[in-house]
């Protein structure tokens, strides 16, 4: 079963934790709006995106099972 990252952007105040966490997987744009690059979670990335998960200060992100 794959998961894919998801993000309520109605949440998302653009905090930018997640891409301290993992910037290969979140980027924050020169006007601060937030862009998932990898949505697929990996087993290479997916300790780091749990983490990005954990971390976000409005518990934007989550992962749906695909």
């Known amino acids: ?22 910037p290969e ?3 924050l744009d020169d006007e601060d ?5 990898q949505d697929e979670v990996t087993p290479e990335n997916e ?3 749990r983490e990005s998960v954990r ?3 409005r518990q934007a992100i989550f992962l749906k099972d695909e």
Do not use: A
């Open 1 to 22: 079963m794959t998961q894919k990252i998801e993000v309520d952007f109605g949440l998302c105040e653009s905090n930018g934790v997640c891409m301290g966490i993992i």
């Open 25 to 27: 997987v979140f980027e």
């Open 33 to 37: 709006y937030l862009h998932v690059l």
């Open 47 to 49: 300790q780091q995106v």
């Open 55 to 57: 971390q976000c200060p």
